[in-house]
């Protein structure tokens, strides 16, 4: 939580220095506090102790009150920390605040959930050149709004003016996220064997990986970000195109709540042998955290077609298939690995749960790699 | 954890676009990963579960090992997040990173152990222009240093290149730290009874607050970080005098050692009725969340002498008085209130845990202020 400055300070006097002469404004700090509060309440449920004004957020794990009843056998803390990249610069560019907190969010919680628990609670660090309260409130409003989806707590944050390390319009933006897992249901990459499917989620975009990529081609191609290109409309798709900004500002997929959700109904059966959040080094590089060094995952990419601004951002930067597949997440943002038996009724499930879901492959015998066949 | 890239990727060709040429360098974030895994483990103690190249860290809450016995009743996770603020520009400017980690782990764990409660785990964001693994290991090994004096495990961390939003050499830092305290130990402000005693520990200096004030006085003052002035020295000190840039840098003290040996030394009793970590608006703004709105705390400030360091700034930068006191911590970094009967046997044994204490003041009837009589 921001510390709430003193409210005694006096003025101070002319011929000194001041902290606020120095480009900290705390009272714009204090009405930026103001305005975020009632977004974080929005995220909190009974399990959020109050502590106002506290130094730290508090949030009981076991809880025995009746509608929320839990207790953690052999509880495991899960807990990860990951940023939007440089995509803040093309909110920063076009105003576009909107989505960028949900992007923050859905770095952090679907890492999270690849360990078979379920995200607890949230804290953002923003850090920004000059502090406006209405835009970061912006941004705030999107983490939260991301937090409740997921059933998380944004339960603090820190907001850093600092003058000299950002441009006064420039921000940047890290996400904690902590979680928590019954020991003996947390993912475990031994368990994958050969004969297992791979379903991958559909991506809603680029996400947040690959911008300095893509702001070069924007660059080197001179594309506009307000223009709405006919080819950036997927198939089927009524009414004018989307604008570039429309595009690559979508915001990142959370797929925490419907991987949670489907853990919970399997509560005994262990159908899902692992996961893979596709974020920075693409489908290979995320998909082979979840192997062990005895198998492979064979993709096979005609089971899905990638959204049009990939095939967009390849022709303007004439960009090599193989650094595509290595930067992007080319229209699979997260992957299940399942028992084959199961794969369909998973697959089901995810669905309804309103994902949309490809048979991507299968795992066979190997090396710990993710072999792909282009399409 | 920083995401390993793929290993697979292939050199682009030449007339396309590739990320690399974007200015983010995957092969330097692989070898940065590589020197920096040994310092992270040096923190891991058997409640860290194994998982390398895993999406998130994982640490066990409860646990039955016969060395680390512990199980929680009710236990409340506890989580802060907080930068170094513009203390980062010194570090940078002098090509000093050996205390900035700890000002990081400081500015985190210090918060947490207000709560009640014990670090158990720290995350780290490091943004910066361009990735030079030597340069950002420095600050990791700082970091895991720190997390190592407080017991806590430096359980992952993401390392974000940005050249666009920092200049080549400019570097962020945020640190995210997780606790648990049970229920029925933590603090609660209610408890704070007239009478009771305020204890102070010593700073080590400026900390991690006000530094955009710091550095102005040293622009506007002509101040040479390089120089060593002999008004810096503490009183008896031997052998030459510290350089500004020695005494700017020494890191913020990590009171969380000190305070979480102290509570278990009080299992059962309820000594301490508050605490604070003096921070960004001073003793008064920070004190003053640890009072209810029933009681004011009253502080002399002849109970201690503030280090050379506050009155140097103060003539140079001919700071105000009270300006001083809402930037500063003036040479008080951690607060504990305590009930008068034990404040003898808690000073006595925060001294030998290494920390010089002051007897500040005690706690009156009134209007949850804090109320400073001047030295």
Request: glycine residues 10%; proline residues 7%.
């Amino acid at each position: 939580m921001p510390s709430p400055a003193s409210k005694d300070a006096k003025p101070p006097k002319p011929q000194g220095l001041t902290y606020a002469g120095s480009g900290v404004s705390i009272h714009e700090g204090d009405r930026f506090v103001d305005l975020i509060m009632r977004h974080m309440r929005s995220t909190h449920s009974p399990r959020v102790l109050a502590n106002e004004g506290g130094f730290a957020g508090l949030f009981r794990l076991d809880f025995n009150q009746q509608l929320f009843k839990r207790n953690f056998k052999e509880p495991v803390l899960i807990a990860c920390t990951d940023g939007v990249g440089t995509k803040i610069k093309l909110a920063v560019e076009t105003d576009r605040f909107e989505g960028i907190g949900q992007d923050l969010v859905a770095m952090n919680v679907n890492d999270l959930v690849v360990q078979g628990g379920e995200p607890l609670l949230f804290l953002d660090y923003i850090a920004c050149g000059r502090l406006v309260p209405e835009r970061l409130e912006r941004i705030v409003r999107s983490i939260a709004d991301a937090c409740r989806a997921c059933e998380t707590a944004l339960l603090g944050g820190e907001t850093a003016e600092m003058p000299d390390v950002y441009g006064p319009d420039d921000l940047d933006l890290a996400g904690f996220a902590v979680g928590v897992v019954e020991l003996k249901r947390a993912t475990d990459p031994t368990r994958v064997e050969p004969g297992d499917i791979v379903l991958g989620l559909a991506s809603s975009g680029v996400h947040s990986n690959g911008y300095s990529l893509v702001r070069k081609i924007i660059k080197h191609a001179g594309l506009d970000l307000a223009r709405a290109y006919a080819e950036l409309a997927p198939p089927g798709h009524a009414g004018p195109p989307p604008t570039l900004a429309d595009v690559l500002l979508t915001p990142t997929r959370l797929y925490a709540p419907s991987v949670v959700k489907l853990a919970r109904g399997y509560k005994v059966k262990k159908v899902v042998t692992g996961m893979a959040h596709i974020t920075g080094s693409g489908l290979a590089g995320n998909l082979e955290r979840a192997l062990h060094p005895d198998v492979d995952a064979l993709i096979d990419e005609s089971a899905w077609t990638p959204p049009p601004v990939f095939p967009f951002l390849q022709q303007h930067g004439s960009v090599d298939d193989e650094e595509m597949r290595n930067v992007f997440n080319m229209g699979v943002g997260y992957c299940l690995i399942c028992r084959p038996t199961f794969a369909a009724s998973i697959k089901d499930r995810l669905r309804k749960l309103g994902e949309q879901v490809f048979v991507m492959g299968k795992v066979v015998k190997g090396k710990g790699q993710v072999r792909i066949k282009p399409r």
